[in-house]
């Protein structure tokens, strides 16, 4: 039980850091994990998938308190040109179509799933637009969680069943 324990803590503790960092790869870590047999498919995909649907969850949070903090309200921010030109303008429509299917009530929850499962849309740009909106923090979370674990479980099982038959 100890040794589960152990694998399950590692997996959640890489899953911490692959959300907030985005440089540490989740399907490295579960290749690597499971040719070395460190690690179980199964304590491997929750452990990871609820590390990672915690640490977006923090980074959604800290973008919502973010917004409040006063100094950063308060500092001088360089006025605007006139108008905006041609690609500024398809990256407003882009970021306001975003932030529409996010906040959707049904649709919401869903594309945030997906973000996490499959990462359409990418996950970490998401996490940092719903952060930014009035975004349900517990849907976002919860959904987010569910995706990661759908998906690192799938992996590793994916994985271990190749793995298996290279031996």
Wanted: proline content about 7%; charged content about 15%; overall charge positive.
């Amino acid at each position: 039980m100890h040794l589960l324990a152990a694998q399950f803590f590692s997996a959640f503790a890489f899953g911490l850091l692959a959300s907030m960092i985005p440089v540490f790869n989740a399907e490295t870590f579960i290749a690597a994990t499971l040719a070395t047999d460190l690690i179980d498919p199964f304590p491997l995909g929750i452990g990871l998938g609820l590390g990672q649907g915690i640490g977006k969850a923090v980074l959604f949070q800290l973008v919502r308190q973010g917004k409040k903090i006063p100094w950063l309200r308060k500092r001088n921010v360089p006025s605007k040109p006139s108008g905006p030109g041609k690609w500024r303008k398809r990256w407003l429509w882009l970021v306001a179509k975003a932030e529409s299917l996010i906040t959707h009530k049904k649709l919401g929850p869903v594309v945030i799933f997906c973000s996490g499962a499959l990462s359409i849309p990418p996950n970490y740009p998401t996490t940092l637009i719903a952060g930014a909106t009035k975004a349900n923090a517990v849907i976002f979370s919860s959904m987010m969680t569910l995706g990661y674990i759908a998906r690192n479980l799938i992996e590793a099982f994916l994985l271990a069943g190749a793995v298996s038959y290279t031996h």
